[in-house]
């Protein structure tokens, strides 16, 4: 199949070495705002990749599918784009940074009839599915507690701050989707606070630098997020869930950034993940080779644009409590938002 990539930044160009690499794909054109990079990102792949010079002469090369990894402004415009022209499309989270402009392109999807598939890549991570396996077989009893992280070695350039949706919406959106698929439960009320410590680029873009959620699922279960720009020791994604029986932990092994300092502990972690694509690099490879196998045919869809909305949904909750200081109910950001709460259901 011939596949259209549009963006090709740090994971765009992750992507694209995954998808040339793939038996399926016999060409991958490439597209990005900088047509330089678009140029550089062909030249290194080699035969079976070439650049567009624009994202019109990209869609007019006959594609089979396209995978959208561009800045996120670009999303929406780009998946209705897609859908219209009846391509199955693959795009990394979110669909747009607002509910109107979310929910508008997932009509456009509905009306078209193909594939949208959302990039949440933990779903793809052995860690994230032995959890999911342990509490949905009922290893951990009665599940009572969940504590997920999301934190950052770095923050990113001050330029990304005003078009990244903010904490909520750019990082522990992936906890968010994460604690439905995880424990195919809803989210139904939050209470959220952030603070700023930091640059203050953060605060002059109206988001903040370190959050913290408190999650309450359908069944009680309560859940804690947090997520901070400034991890120096390192990159570090975990989830612990905690039941009656047992508790678990995702992200916790060699590389995990945490120096314990009880007697006798090692001193240090000498290879802390550093970055998403070092953390995560073999989820991204598995999601990209099921978008395929979904666009021949051979798979269902993992992920589709409906969860993306819930995830959303969430973030969009944790802003509104952190700025009103007040629990939210996901239904009540449903109902501004035009949709049903729980719209997609946990998937299956």
């Given at each position: 199949?011939?596949?259209?990539?549009v963006?090709?930044?740090?994971?765009?160009?992750?992507?694209?070495?995954?998808?040339?690499?793939?038996?399926?794909?016999?060409?991958?054109?490439?597209?990005?705002?900088?047509?330089?990079?678009?140029?550089?990102?062909?030249?290194?792949?080699?035969?079976?990749?070439?650049?567009?010079?624009?994202?019109?002469?990209a869609?007019?090369?006959?594609?089979?599918?396209?995978?959208?990894?561009?800045?996120t402004?670009?999303?929406?415009?780009?998946?209705?784009?897609?859908?219209?022209?009846?391509?199955?499309?693959?795009?990394?989270?979110?669909?747009?940074?607002?509910?109107?402009?979310?929910?508008?392109a997932?009509?456009?999807?509905?009306?078209?009839?193909?594939?949208?598939?959302?990039?949440?890549?933990?779903?793809?991570?052995?860690?994230?599915?032995?959890?999911?396996?342990?509490?949905?077989?009922?290893?951990?009893?009665?599940?009572?507690?969940?504590?997920?992280?999301?934190?950052?070695?770095?923050?990113?350039?001050?330029?990304?701050?005003?078009?990244?949706?903010?904490?909520?919406?750019?990082?522990?959106?992936?906890?968010?989707?994460?604690?439905?698929?995880?424990?195919?439960?809803?989210?139904?009320?939050?209470?959220?606070?952030?603070?700023?410590?930091?640059?203050?680029?953060?605060?002059?873009?109206?988001?903040?630098?370190?959050?913290?959620?408190?999650?309450?699922?359908?069944d009680?279960?309560?859940?804690?997020?947090?997520?901070?720009?400034?991890?120096?020791?390192?990159?570090?994604?975990?989830?612990?869930?905690?039941g009656?029986?047992?508790?678990?932990?995702?992200?916790?092994?060699?590389?995990?950034?945490?120096?314990?300092?009880?007697?006798?502990?090692?001193?240090?972690?000498p290879?802390?993940?550093?970055?998403?694509?070092?953390?995560?690099?073999?989820?991204?490879?598995?999601?990209?080779?099921?978008?395929?196998?979904?666009?021949?045919?051979?798979?269902?869809?993992?992920?589709?644009?409906?969860?993306?909305?819930?995830?959303?949904?969430?973030?969009?909750?944790?802003?509104?409590?952190?700025?009103?200081?007040?629990?939210?109910?996901?239904?009540?950001?449903?109902?501004?938002?035009?949709?049903?709460?729980?719209?997609?259901?946990?998937?299956?």
């Open positions: 199949m011939r596949v259209v990539l963006g090709v930044g740090r994971l765009g160009s992750f992507h694209a070495a995954t998808l040339h690499g793939h038996p399926d794909v016999t060409e991958l054109v490439v597209a990005d705002a900088d047509t330089a990079r678009a140029a550089g990102t062909a030249d290194r792949l080699g035969p079976g990749a070439r650049a567009a010079g624009s994202v019109d002469e869609f007019a090369a006959g594609a089979d599918a396209v995978v959208i990894a561009s800045a402004a670009a999303h929406a415009e780009l998946i209705s784009r897609a859908v219209r022209a009846g391509l199955p499309t693959y795009c990394e989270k979110p669909i747009a940074l607002d509910l109107a402009s979310t929910v508008a997932l009509r456009e999807v509905e009306e078209a009839g193909t594939v949208l598939q959302m990039g949440f890549q933990r779903r793809f991570d052995p860690g994230y599915r032995s959890a999911r396996e342990a509490v949905r077989t009922g290893r951990l009893g009665r599940l009572h507690t969940v504590r997920a992280m999301t934190s950052d070695m770095a923050p990113p350039p001050p330029e990304f701050v005003p078009l990244s949706g903010g904490l909520y919406r750019d990082c522990l959106i992936h906890d968010f989707d994460a604690t439905r698929w995880v424990t195919g439960r809803e989210v139904v009320e939050v209470y959220a606070m952030g603070a700023n410590g930091g640059a203050d680029f953060f605060r002059e873009a109206g988001d903040v630098d370190t959050a913290a959620a408190l999650l309450t699922l359908d009680g279960t309560l859940v804690t997020a947090t997520s901070t720009r400034y991890n120096g020791a390192g990159y570090d994604i975990r989830m612990e869930l905690a009656s029986l047992d508790q678990i932990a995702v992200g916790v092994g060699a590389r995990t950034p945490v120096t314990s300092v009880e007697p006798g502990a090692a001193p240090g972690v290879d802390p993940w550093t970055g998403f694509v070092d953390r995560f690099g073999d989820a991204y490879r598995a999601e990209i080779d099921t978008f395929v196998r979904v666009v021949a045919g051979r798979a269902a869809n993992p992920c589709d644009g409906r969860e993306a909305l819930e995830a959303l949904l969430v973030a969009e909750a944790c802003e509104v409590s952190r700025a009103e200081r007040r629990p939210v109910r996901i239904a009540e950001i449903a109902a501004i938002a035009g949709t049903g709460a729980a719209a997609a259901g946990p998937a299956s």
